[in-house]
């Protein structure tokens, strides 16, 4: 490993985009504490203890949030615009086309993917900002806008950050956002086990279950993640001109987790942003009913929490990946899957691959997704802020990064990271 490092400095083209990517998360660090004005941070410590989805906005953010910065709402508005936006490219026939025009398509789209993060993190910083009135100084229609506008501009800024780490560093800008926001918590997480001990909340046994789970889930995570399931594909030889192509044989891979993160953000968006109203209102007898009965870490929670999620995995499956368009390009290019017709008949078999693999990834990510709830009833530690969501974002970030890495330094012959 330290071997590989000491390569990775010597090819001067990757120093200089591992420098660049270390001193633009340092700019987003540095901005993660320039507070927005006027915010009272002791109420809003208060609000993202009560155990909402304001939690799960502050772990994204890297605690950010808790402070409510201009980095807030970290680099969510992205993410959301460029998931409504895969889902409007099989809807709408226009996007559909762009997406298959090339570079100049993807371009047009990211453009699209920009306005809409603007858009979207302007009203979700509006709402934020009225839904979080108890915690402004002075509550009322021009603060709100101010609030709005301050958390837009820092989310701009994100999006423009992570682009410029994606162009000019290594590994993709936006994830290593989030990667280095939840990565900067674990000081603090340590820090707050070490207190307990001394405290005696909990005990060295309790630590040693943590950590042994803790590795556990990072080893699971990293073989599902990399886990795929391979179907042989047979390409027939053509001839063109005095040239033959094809004949060769090779395989299509069917990852296990295909939908990576994606199924839990949707999943615990749709819980909590009940639980989160009736959190707002708590004179009121049905919103105590709601927070009883459906609140989060009851037992009616975790399940719907497991089966959305199950559920939004194979949706967001079936939507990036089309049986019927991987079956219609391997005719094209005169590819086949040995046994099986072509056409139909691929898709088909293609599909029953397709639902038999997902549903293995589907289940692994409802487990990961409800393992913290898991690990406070096991270890007894409370607050685990470290949880499944988390984990799976911080070790498929790292596996793509150091995957370009490595990359890299075979285009150099140097030895990478991966043996």
């Known amino acids: 490993m330290l071997d590989a490092l000491r390569n990775a400095m010597k090819a001067k083209e990757l120093k200089s985009r591992l420098l660049f990517t270390l001193l633009m998360l340092l700019v987003f660090r540095i901005g993660a504490h320039i507070p927005v004005p006027g ?21 994204i953010s890297g605690g950010a949030f808790k402070k409510f910065t201009i980095f807030a709402m970290s680099i969510t508005p992205y993410i959301n615009a460029s998931i409504i936006m895969q889902l409007l490219t099989v809807v709408i026939p226009y996007l559909e086309k762009l997406a298959k025009e090339g570079e100049e398509g993807r371009r047009k789209i990211t453009e699209y993917v920009r306005y809409g993060t603007v858009i979207l993190a302007f009203i979700q910083g509006f709402f934020m900002a009225i839904g979080l009135r108890s915690a402004l100084n002075n509550p009322g229609i021009l603060t709100y806008l101010y609030v709005a506008l301050a958390l837009t501009a820092g989310t701009a800024f994100l999006m423009w950050l992570g682009e410029q780490i994606t162009e000019k560093g290594i590994g993709n800008g936006i994830s290593l956002i989030i990667f280095a926001g939840i990565v900067s918590r674990i000081p603090g997480s340590i820090k707050t086990i070490i207190d307990y001990v001394s405290a005696g909340t909990a005990n060295i046994l309790n630590v040693l279950i943590l950590a042994v789970i803790a590795v556990a889930a990072i080893y699971a995570v990293v073989v599902v993640n990399e886990a795929q399931r391979r179907i042989p594909v047979q390409y027939a030889k053509r001839v063109v001109g005095r040239r033959v192509y094809g004949g060769q044989s090779t395989h299509l891979p069917i990852k296990v987790n295909q939908a990576g993160v994606i199924p839990i953000i949707f999943a615990s968006s749709l819980l909590m942003f009940p639980i989160t109203i009736a959190g707002w209102f708590p004179q009121n007898s049905f919103a105590q009913w709601v927070l009883k009965y459906f609140g989060w870490g009851t037992v009616i929670n975790t399940i719907l929490y497991a089966l959305l999620i199950i559920g939004f995995t194979y949706f967001y499956t079936a939507i990036i990946m089309n049986p019927l368009d991987i079956a219609e390009n391997l005719k094209k290019y005169g590819g086949f899957i040995p046994g099986i017709r072509p056409g139909r008949p691929t898709a088909e078999y293609i599909d029953k691959v397709m639902s038999r693999v997902t549903f293995a990834g589907a289940v692994f990510l409802a487990f990961i997704a409800i393992l913290p709830n898991i690990v406070m009833a096991i270890a007894r530690i409370p607050n685990v802020t470290f949880g499944g969501t988390a984990l799976l974002i911080v070790v498929g970030v790292a596996l793509d990064t150091m995957k370009q890495l490595e990359s890299y330094l075979l285009m150099r012959h140097y030895q990478g990271f991966i043996k």
């Open 39 to 59: 915010i009272n941070l002791a109420r809003m410590e208060e609000l993202i203890q009560s155990g909402t989805i304001l939690g799960f906005f502050d772990v």
